[in-house]
């Protein structure tokens, strides 16, 4: 079993930036493949990133390519969100999750994850 808490989340103007954090507990983190989606009131939940275990491969969905970097330091056992240049429909709740492979973080299918920290954008 993993915990994982989130951290970071706020309210920015559009166009501004926040760094999301997450760290890890419990079974080896460095094992997992991680990700990050969103939650938004009335929508569907949206895998925004996704890292496998070495870093080596990293997902961003086509809403924040080129906006959002995903990262990560196994020897910390946290991951991060930079999320740059920020839109009002990037407000949503945000959560850090662990999967079994990549693959499966890429298609949004986690095992773990937190209880969400709230991003919102305002106009």
């Known amino acids: 079993h993993v915990q994982l808490v989130e951290s970071g989340g706020g309210l920015v103007q559009a166009g501004g930036s926040l760094r999301l954090s997450c760290a890890a507990s419990?079974?080896?983190?460095?094992?997992?493949?991680m990700g990050w989606f969103r939650q938004a009131p009335g929508r569907e939940r949206e895998i925004v990133a996704a890292?496998?275990?070495?870093?080596?491969?990293?997902y961003y969905a086509d809403s924040v390519k080129g906006r959002f970097t995903i990262s990560r330091d196994n020897a910390k056992d946290a991951m991060y969100l930079q999320m740059n240049n920020l839109k009002p429909e990037d407000t949503a709740v945000y959560y850090c999750?662990?999967?079994?492979?990549?693959?499966?973080?890429?298609?949004?299918?986690?095992?773990?994850w937190g209880q969400g920290t709230q991003v919102t954008v305002s106009s």
């Open positions: 890292i496998s275990w070495s870093a080596g491969a990293t």
């Open positions: 999750a662990a999967s079994a492979t990549y693959h499966q973080a890429v298609a949004g299918q986690f095992d773990f």
């Open positions: 419990g079974r080896t983190f460095s094992g997992y493949a």
